[in-house]
């Protein structure tokens, strides 16, 4: 059951760089989001999609586009990497109603230097 | 708008003994779930326990229990006969039904560590 799949696991990059975080979900789940997580700041959401072709922004979008081409995949760029962009990133899926919990991935730790 | 607070940034239970984790939300909506996730050192999210707005009786499973109080806007975490392995942060989240988004917002969390 792979569930949530996140990559990479580990990230370095320079201040500048792009790159784009990996989310893909084999659930046939309709809502995926993006968060991140900073020391004392809980899990803050970056974006959110509620279908294929359907994305908004969240609380800190910032720095970050998604796009949602298919049910399963909801990749997540960051278009020119900042150090305040260090993070911890999750992505999360769920089916799209009030009573369902998330399935998050494992996580991608980046660090911006 | 949508909010969850947590205030209590760590706390500290001895083994055996219950610990109250406190949470409240803000909200508008008449339809919403109240989460709880557990994150061990590991990093990975675990589903703990939902309430949904419309729920009469609180939800439990196995030691953990949601003490709902819809008057309060409150859905404190109950942990009874702590463990070592309860030793984490807990996340309390809510998800409304407005405008058909479904977002899930969540709280700062909560430290928790067991003592033995």
């Known amino acids: 059951n792979a569930g949530v799949t996140q990559t990479p696991k580990f990230q370095v990059l320079k201040t500048g760089q792009s790159m784009t975080l990996q989310c893909a979900q084999d659930?046939?789940?309709?809502?995926m989001s993006w968060y991140r997580q900073d020391p004392g700041m809980g899990l803050r959401l970056i974006h959110y999609?509620?279908?294929?072709?359907?994305?908004d922004q969240g609380e800190v979008p910032n720095g970050y586009n998604v796009s949602r081409s298919t049910t399963e995949d909801f990749p997540l760029r960051l278009l020119s990497a900042a150090p305040s962009q260090t993070s911890v990133y999750f992505c999360?899926?769920?089916?799209?109603?009030?009573?369902?919990?998330?399935?998050f991935g494992q996580g991608t730790r980046l660090t911006v230097v | 708008a949508q909010k969850i607070t947590q205030t209590q940034p760590g706390m500290f239970v001895q083994e055996k003994e219950a610990v109250t984790l406190d949470c409240t939300y803000d909200?508008?909506?008449?339809?919403?779930?109240l989460f709880w996730y557990k994150q061990p050192s590991s990093g990975e999210m675990i589903f703990l326990i939902y309430?949904?707005?419309?729920?009469?009786q609180n939800a439990t499973e196995g030691r953990y229990s949601l003490n709902f109080q819809k008057a309060r806007k409150s859905a404190n975490l109950v942990i009874s006969a702590s463990q070592l392995g309860d030793s984490a942060m807990y996340f309390c989240?809510?998800?409304?039904?407005?405008?058909?988004?479904?977002?899930?917002?969540f709280g700062t969390g909560t430290r928790l560590k067991v003592l033995a």
């Open positions: 999360a899926s769920s089916y799209q109603a009030v009573n369902t919990e998330a399935f």
């Open positions: 659930m046939n789940h309709e809502y």
């Open positions: 999609s509620v279908g294929a072709g359907i994305t």
């Open positions: 909200t508008s909506d008449q339809s919403y779930g």
């Open positions: 309430q949904g707005s419309y729920d009469e």
């Open positions: 989240a809510m998800r409304e039904a407005t405008s058909g988004t479904y977002k899930y917002i």
